[in-house]
């Protein structure tokens, strides 16, 4: 393990599931501050050293909350393994690590297709009607 613990991240591995569980809480609540019928998916980014090599503590960060929101019925989109399938070289820029085009088209394919199929509602519902002098109170 790095120093500090779960390999290559900053947290020691005691911090771990508690950080995870802390993360899925907080995007849970998030979702929750929706109304119920808004389309909702999560992307998760992988690391770069996880797309670029082996990172098992990035890995098990990733997975684990990804298992998080999964049990709470959240959709999720986890790039990781396209990204890694493409080539670190190809979907990362050699200089910083970022997303490269491909790297993009990569996750933005694949989150046009998780909101591809989640439900739309039919119409907005409709705005209250304004208040007019006769309406006021």
């Known amino acids: 393990a790095a120093p500090g613990g779960t390999a290559g991240t900053a947290l020691a591995d005691s911090e771990r599931e508690p950080a995870l569980d802390a993360a899925a809480a907080a995007v849970a609540a998030l979702r929750g501050r929706l109304p119920a019928d808004t389309p909702f998916v999560v992307l998760l980014v992988p690391a770069r050293d996880e797309i670029a090599g082996d990172a098992p503590g990035w890995a098990a960060l990733r997975q684990g909350l990804n298992q998080r ?7 999720v989109v986890d790039p990781a393994e396209p990204l890694r399938a493409e080539t670190a070289a190809r979907v990362l820029f050699a ?29 907005a519902p409709a705005a209250p009607p304004s208040p007019t002098p006769e309406t006021r109170p």
């Open 69 to 75: 929101l999964a049990a709470a019925g959240i959709p």
């Open 95 to 123: 200089h910083d690590g970022h997303w490269s085009p491909l790297g993009h088209r990569v996750a933005g394919t694949l989150a046009a297709r998780a909101l591809a199929a989640v439900p739309i509602p039919a119409a």
